[in-house]
């Protein structure tokens, strides 16, 4: 009889349309909730890769978790319930920030109905687990964000050149839309500089200063949790899925570095404007020493290195019972590691190869051609190219902006003495100058140079005919073209 009522019962809920507005969403049930050997699994409408795009399409990361760093993290492992009818609910939030756990309660609130799970053929409630990003692979900042930047379109564009200037009203509607996003994403280099120079356009010079302060605040401490990381594990880079935001690429730190220092000096603050632009020299001269600009094509990321290394460790570890091959359990278990390859893993098979405990020839062969692989990364590293070059014209900048001409001219004639530097950089250096030399009467006009590059662009206000906003802006983009003529800042603040 039981048997029969609960066919009729399934029968009935096939039966009748469901809609996910119509159901008793907090009801969760507490008895008979399968959590495996069940026949078929849940299905999300679109499967796995459906699920995901709903969350990237609704999930609003919280500005507070994603400031709070000791609860910020990419993804999420959901432990929740599908019921029979195809609702989701009972989300455990235990480990999760509060806010965090809030805005998923909201998603829950209005997720479409899944496919139930079933055994022989009847649906019915299961507790399962899914793990879903917050984040976006390419950007590194949450979806919701990313979503805001996008529609932002050419607005961040630091190069854009706004002939007609804007009118006030236009600036402060674009100021709070890039605040809502700085808001969250403070290190978000990409939208804060442009908002800092904005900010100094409209002569709100204490919030430039603050918005630029936190951004580079914010990179920095990304910067330097990257390297502490890559040198606890200089494979960091290679991990699979791995979430990196994009400002941790050098390009933007000096982006946030020297915006910081045009800001400063803007408003008047000398102590500070004295020190940002020594910084911005330092973090300049770091990115040289590193070759840090673009992603290098080094060992960490060549796809023909890591599958080489992939195949090491399997012979190394998984086909431990060849031949050769005298690792014992615990060894093998500290070689493998997790299953990922890295250079610790690397570095103790060369040293089981040294010692005789493995010996195979293919992996001679994988290691010789491992060498030879980091032996033309290294030689790559040590060739300048067109970024390099730049990173000099930059440094060059900042000690016009910090130290005036002299201190410019002497930096061309040191890099023209030195012995080790190339003929490439020297004859950069050369045309540098020959440039400068061209536009010398308008760089001496220190005040509008910094003027125009502290600001986004000239703005005026509600009512000044056309004529006039011409004019203003072409006074304004005159020093801006001199410098940018100069100098690589279309390079820099390329953000596209």
């Given at each position: 009889?039981?048997?029969?009522?609960?066919?009729?019962?399934?029968?009935?809920?096939?039966?009748?349309?469901?809609?996910?507005?119509?159901?008793?969403?907090?009801?969760?049930?507490?008895?008979?909730?399968?959590?495996?050997?069940?026949?078929?699994?849940?299905?999300?409408?679109?499967?796995?890769?459906?699920?995901?795009?709903?969350?990237?399409?609704?999930?609003?990361?919280?500005?507070?978790?994603?400031?709070?760093?000791?609860?910020?993290?990419?993804?999420?492992?959901?432990?929740?319930?599908?019921?029979?009818?195809?609702?989701?609910?009972?989300?455990?939030?235990?480990?999760?920030?509060?806010?965090?756990?809030?805005?998923?309660?909201?998603?829950?609130?209005?997720?479409?109905?899944?496919?139930?799970?079933?055994i022989r053929g009847m649906p019915v409630d299961v507790r399962m687990g899914k793990r879903v990003f917050l984040t976006s692979r390419h950007t590194g900042f949450p979806f919701s964000v990313d979503?805001?930047?996008?529609?932002?379109?050419?607005?961040?564009?630091?190069?854009?050149?706004?002939?007609?200037?804007?009118?006030?009203?236009?600036?402060?509607?674009?100021?709070?839309?890039?605040?809502?996003?700085?808001?969250?994403?403070?290190?978000?280099?990409?939208?804060?500089?442009?908002?800092?120079?904005?900010?100094?356009?409209?002569?709100?010079?204490?919030?430039?200063?603050?918005?630029?302060?936190?951004?580079?605040?914010?990179?920095?401490?990304?910067?330097?949790?990257?390297?502490?990381?890559?040198?606890?594990?200089?494979?960091?880079?290679?991990?699979?899925?791995?979430?990196?935001?994009?400002?941790?690429?050098?390009?933007?730190?000096?982006?946030?570095?020297?915006?910081?220092?045009?800001?400063?000096?803007?408003?008047?603050?000398?102590?500070?404007?004295?020190?940002?632009?020594?910084?911005?020299?330092?973090?300049?001269?770091?990115?040289?020493?590193?070759?840090?600009?673009?992603?290098?094509?080094?060992?960490?990321?060549?796809?023909?290195?890591?599958?080489?290394?992939?195949e090491k460790r399997d012979l190394a570890v998984l086909n431990s019972r060849t031949s050769g091959n005298q690792l014992n359990r615990s060894e093998r278990e500290d070689v493998y590691r997790h299953?990922?390859?890295?250079?610790?893993?690397?570095?103790?098979i060369d040293k089981a190869m040294k010692e005789g405990k493995v010996d195979n020839p293919r992996l001679r062969q994988i290691s010789t051609h491992m060498k030879e692989i980091e032996e033309e990364?290294?030689?790559?590293?040590?060739?300048?190219?067109?970024?390099?070059?730049?990173?000099?014209?930059?440094?060059?900048?900042?000690?016009?902006?910090?130290?005036?001409?002299?201190?410019?001219?002497?930096?061309?004639?040191?890099?023209?003495?030195?012995?080790?530097?190339?003929?490439?950089?020297?004859?950069?250096?050369?045309?540098?100058?020959?440039?400068?030399?061209?536009?010398?009467?308008?760089?001496?006009?220190?005040?509008?140079?910094?003027?125009?590059?502290?600001?986004?662009?000239?703005?005026?206000?509600?009512?000044?005919?056309?004529?006039?906003?011409?004019?203003?802006?072409?006074?304004?983009?005159?020093?801006?073209?001199?410098?940018?003529?100069?100098?690589?800042?279309?390079?820099?603040?390329?953000?596209?």
């Open positions: 009889m039981k048997s029969f009522l609960l066919i009729c019962t399934t029968l009935l809920l096939m039966a009748v349309p469901l809609h996910s507005q119509d159901l008793n969403r907090d009801s969760v049930p507490n008895i008979h909730v399968y959590t495996k050997n069940i026949g078929e699994i849940p299905i999300f409408p679109g499967g796995r890769s459906g699920l995901q795009r709903f969350v990237a399409k609704h999930f609003v990361y919280p500005a507070e978790a994603w400031q709070d760093t000791s609860s910020q993290y990419s993804n999420d492992l959901l432990s929740f319930v599908v019921r029979r009818d195809g609702v989701a609910c009972g989300l455990k939030g235990d480990k999760m920030h509060p806010a965090v756990y809030k805005e998923w309660q909201r998603l829950f609130s209005f997720m479409p109905l899944w496919e139930p799970a079933t979503r805001m930047v996008k529609a932002l379109g050419s607005t961040i564009d630091q190069n854009r050149n706004y002939r007609k200037g804007i009118v006030k009203e236009s600036a402060e509607s674009m100021a709070m839309r890039m605040r809502e996003i700085v808001d969250i994403t403070p290190e978000n280099v990409e939208v804060a500089s442009p908002l800092a120079r904005l900010n100094v356009s409209l002569g709100r010079y204490d919030e430039a200063v603050d918005v630029a302060g936190k951004s580079l605040k914010g990179i920095t401490r990304l910067v330097e949790k990257m390297k502490k990381r890559k040198e606890e594990d200089p494979w960091f880079y290679a991990q699979p899925n791995l979430i990196l935001p994009t400002n941790s690429d050098g390009q933007y730190y000096i982006d946030a570095a020297l915006v910081y220092a045009l800001v400063c000096d803007a408003a008047g603050l000398e102590n500070e404007t004295e020190e940002a632009y020594r910084h911005a020299l330092d973090v300049i001269d770091e990115r040289i020493y590193l070759k840090d600009v673009r992603k290098r094509n080094n060992r960490d990321n060549n796809n023909l290195y890591r599958s080489l290394a992939v299953g990922w390859v890295g250079g610790e893993n690397m570095d103790k990364s290294r030689y790559r590293q040590r060739s300048i190219g067109k970024d390099s070059l730049y990173l000099y014209g930059l440094r060059a900048m900042v000690l016009e902006l910090s130290g005036g001409q002299q201190a410019v001219e002497q930096y061309i004639e040191y890099i023209h003495q030195r012995e080790d530097v190339g003929k490439k950089l020297k004859s950069y250096m050369a045309k540098l100058a020959e440039k400068r030399q061209q536009h010398a009467e308008t760089l001496e006009n220190r005040e509008m140079i910094v003027h125009s590059l502290a600001s986004l662009a000239p703005v005026s206000e509600e009512g000044t005919n056309r004529k006039e906003r011409k004019q203003e802006a072409k006074e304004f983009y005159k020093y801006r073209d001199a410098m940018a003529d100069v100098y690589p800042l279309e390079w820099l603040w390329k953000t596209k």
